[in-house]
Structures are given as C-alpha cells and as structure tokens.
C-alpha cells in the first residue's frame, strides 16, 4: 500500500479499500486525467466548494449521469411513441 500526502493529510491507495456505509459503499480507484483535466480539479479544490479531489469526480459523474438520462429519455418516449405493428392481413 502506498502512502502519500495530499493536502497535508496521508493519502492510501488499496484497490479494495471501500468506504461508507451499507448505504453508500465506496471504492478507491486510481484514474489518469490529463493536465486540463487536473488543472480543472486543483481550480475546483481552489475555489473552496470541494474538499477533495474525489468529491469534485464524484460531482462530475452525478452530472454525466443526469446527462446521460437526459439523452436517452427522449429515445425511449420516442420508441414508446411509434405504432406497434398489428397483424398482418
């Protein structure tokens, strides 16, 4: 397990370390970001808003989430529109 500081606290990275409670398990993963991507997160850390790194990701893919419903949600209402075939004559 390594051990790092982040933020002047120890930072440890287990592949199977989980978090939370029943309700809320969490996992740790390790992810590569690109230098945008990072300067983006440390911006988000910056401003005070986010505490930590995971909590700025864990925003980040609430709002994916929401966008991918959103573009599916008009497929689904779109096939539930069309005419169902009948029988055939």
């Given at each position: 397990m390594a051990?790092?500081?982040?933020?002047?606290?120890?930072?440890v990275r287990?592949?199977?370390?989980?978090?939370?409670?029943?309700?809320?398990?969490?996992?740790t993963l390790t992810i590569s970001i690109t230098a945008e991507q990072d300067a983006l997160v440390r911006a988000c850390l910056h401003s005070g808003r986010y505490a930590s790194a995971s909590e700025v990701v864990r925003a980040a893919l609430r709002l994916l989430s929401r966008e991918e419903a959103d573009a599916v949600s008009p497929l689904?209402?779109?096939?539930?529109?069309?005419?169902?075939?009948?029988?055939?004559?």
């Open positions: 051990r790092r500081r982040c933020g002047g606290r120890p930072l287990s592949p199977h370390t989980t978090h939370g409670s029943a309700m809320t398990t969490r996992r689904r209402s779109e096939a539930n529109t069309e005419p169902k075939a009948g029988p055939r004559a």
